[in-house]
């Protein structure tokens, strides 16, 4: 009998490990990698309850061993995504039924799965899969999404027991439903975390789900939902698909029970997506749910008091760290001309240490960008720099995808604020730095907020608090995660709410309880105690 108010387990952040020389987890993660390299696995998509092959097959490789294969996953088409959404549908009054508590069991049992024995697998198909170093891996498909499922359960008992007061004679009370219809989640390449958590969270709050992920990413996808199943994941509640976008748009985007989207991915994308939603508004019998995570054209602004160890680690770091593939990476820089000597002599060095290769071995800091298709963009954007009169190659701008999708890290100075690559998202290992007189501290604020339309990460290095001061105001919309002597990356579960506004999404903070509040459908209940038996009103009667 289910009769008590349950609490679920206080959520902390997992503990990073560090794969130092000789650690219990570099050992095991070592052996996990030689073992997904000396196999070639069969990926299905995971439908209801069948794992379903095709003959049409997606060849897997890691972006830094393009030759090497890691497997095939079984590509769909329309008639896979139909009995997606059916699966869905037939899963859902079940799943909606059942007791929240046992919900929270299941993810809070993934999350211990990932943190035990997963860990290892889970964190070398993301390396494989997706070329992230060892540390990159541990703090994203590890830490992150473990984060992700035990805060999400605990913020779900938060909005559970909101209710609203009470008068004498009755009792109002709300429940929170799940989306009337199946949720659509359209996930990225670059964080498994990610991956996994737009479709579960959804999925924690009683909702259904047809997961449709980015092909670089299926093979870490897989992993998640091997993990989710042996969790205790009903049949149907997340529906793995691989199709093509375009496909499973169009029946997706038309059905009548389509209740909601959880994306992350390019701006552009996410427009065509509301764009279509907004045509087929009639078709639908509730209006859906969007929430979306798009683009990033990050900046870092100094002040001429910033330190400039600090600066130079935060733009080293911000920049390069998966190859800057991370819609918070720092993309532009703003830095006074009194310590530009100094930033410019210490990112040098630093830029010199750094060993590029592939994840394997771990002492590369920067391995390959995830396909031909992004090293190409790269690639365009580095030759037209290197042929433009306002820009100067500092470091980097050397490319080769022979064996793998390699990119240096390439900083560019340019001498015009408004150049492209201070402009456009590029999702690659470029930085753009621009040069200002510190007198034009306020004024460069006001370029900031100007340059780009995007609006999700920012940081501002100074040791001025009346510098800082003046950054935040100036800057108020153009970052939704702020920094302060930091890089612009690297939000954590239950500390920074990630997400931003302008065109770089909706800004409904994953990783906080405002995610999930968009997951559900409130009613609100009063019940009267003692009803009354006449019409009449008391103002009725006269003197």
């Known amino acids: ?127 494989l899969g997706q070329s992230k170093n060892a540390y990159q891996a541990e703090i994203d498909s590890a830490c992150e999404f473990i984060d992700f499922l035990r805060f999400n359960a605990h913020f779900m008992q938060q909005i559970y027991a909101g209710q609203p007061e009470s008068v004498r004679g009755l009792w109002n009370r709300v429940e929170y439903r ?48 091997e993990v989710l ?48 939603i907004g045509e087929n508004i009639s078709k639908f019998k509730t209006y859906p749910r969007i929430v979306g995570e798009t683009g990033g054209k990050d900046f870092v602004v100094a ?44 990112l040098i060095a630093d830029l010199k240490e750094i060993k590029i290769g592939g994840t394997e071995d771990f002492s590369n800091f920067v391995n390959a960008v995830i396909d031909e298709r992004a090293f190409d963009k790269i690639a365009g954007y580095i030759d037209n720099a290197k042929k433009s009169d306002k820009i100067t190659v500092i470091a980097g701008g050397n490319y080769d995808k022979s064996k793998g999708y390699f990119i240096e890290p390439t900083v560019l100075l340019t001498s015009d604020p408004n150049y492209t690559t201070m402009c456009e998202e590029i999702f690659g290992p470029v930085l753009t730095i621009y040069v200002y007189e510190p007198q034009d501290f306020e004024k460069t604020l006001e370029l900031v907020d100007a340059t780009s339309p995007y609006a999700l990460t920012g940081a501002v290095f100074s040791q001025d608090r009346y510098a800082i001061d003046l950054a935040m105001k100036k800057l108020v919309n153009s970052a939704g995660n702020f920094y302060i002597n930091d890089k612009p990356t690297g939000a954590v579960v239950g500390q920074q709410p990630f997400g931003g506004a302008r065109a770089s999404g909706t800004n409904d903070k994953a990783g906080s309880i405002l995610n999930l509040y968009r997951w559900v459908q409130p009613r609100t209940i009063k019940e009267t105690f003692v009803s009354p038996t006449d019409y009449k009103y008391p103002f009725l009667g006269e003197e």
Request: glycine share 6%; hydrophobic share 45%.
């Open 1 to 127: 009998m289910n009769n008590a108010f349950f609490k679920v387990p206080s959520p902390i952040n997992e503990p990073v490990l560090n794969y130092g020389p000789g650690s219990p987890e570099k050992i095991a993660l070592k052996k996990a990698i030689a073992e997904a390299r000396s196999k070639v696995i069969e990926v299905p998509m995971y439908i209801g309850s069948e794992l379903i092959h095709t003959d049409n097959k997606i060849k897997l490789s890691p972006p830094h061993d393009h030759q090497h294969i890691l497997g095939y996953a079984s590509e769909g088409d329309a008639s896979h995504v139909h009995k997606a959404i059916d699966a869905a549908l037939a899963a859902r009054e079940n799943w909606a039924n059942l007791s929240w508590e046992h919900r929270a069991s299941i993810f809070l049992k993934a999350a211990d799965l990932l943190a035990g024995p997963y860990r290892a697998k889970i964190n070398a198909a993301t390396m």
């Open 303 to 346: 002040h001429e008091s910033a330190d400039v160890k600090a600066l130079t680690t935060g733009l080293v770091r911000g920049a390069f760290e998966y190859q800057g593939q991370k819609c918070s990476a720092a993309s532009r820089a703003y830095i006074p001309s009194n310590i530009w000597p100094a930033v410019k002599e210490q």
């Open 178 to 225: 799940p989306l009337e219809g199946f949720v659509f989640a359209l996930t990225p390449f670059n964080f498994t975390a990610i991956a996994g958590n737009l479709p579960a969270c959804v999925a924690m709050m009683g909702n259904v789900t047809v997961w449709k992920p980015a092909y670089p990413q299926i093979y870490s996808a897989n992993v998640i939902m």
């Open 229 to 276: 199943r042996e969790a205790g994941l009903p049949d149907g509640v997340i529906n793995l698909i691989y199709v093509d976008g375009p496909v499973a748009g169009d029946i997706i985007f038309k059905h009548p029970d389509f209740a909601g989207i959880h994306f992350t991915g390019s701006t552009k994308v996410f427009q065509t997506i509301w764009q279509t």
